[in-house]
């Protein structure tokens, strides 16, 4: 799992592609969908990186780093 603590090392010092998902411990469907990831990480092996951020541990973290991917993205589009 991903927090704020390990973000940099896991997501932003990946030397491949990071599939960063969000989960709760009382969604069903992020627990079929972690099963899903673990098994398709067995399959790409070192090409891709899986990784899950717990919505309610993080939340705070999580807020904040969605407004970056907001804002970078706006940027982007040149919007702001």
């Given at each position: 799992?991903?927090?704020?603590?390990?973000?940099?090392?896991?997501?932003?010092?990946?030397?491949v592609?990071?599939?960063?998902?969000?989960?709760a411990?009382?969604?069903?469907?992020?627990?079929?969908?972690?099963?899903?990831?673990?098994?398709?990480?067995?399959?790409?092996?070192?090409?891709?990186?899986?990784?899950?951020?717990?919505?309610?541990?993080?939340?705070?973290?999580?807020?904040?780093?969605?407004?970056?991917?907001?804002?970078?993205?706006?940027?982007?589009?040149?919007?702001?």
């Amino acid at each position: 799992s991903v927090h704020q603590e390990n973000f940099k090392k896991i997501v932003e010092q990946s030397d491949v592609p990071v599939f960063l998902t969000l989960t709760a411990s009382w969604c069903q469907n992020c627990k079929k969908l972690i099963t899903q990831m673990e098994s398709l990480s067995q399959k790409v092996q070192d090409r891709c990186l899986f990784a899950t951020i717990d919505v309610d541990v993080d939340n705070d973290f999580l807020q904040g780093l969605l407004q970056q991917i907001f804002q970078k993205h706006l940027e982007i589009i040149g919007g702001f």
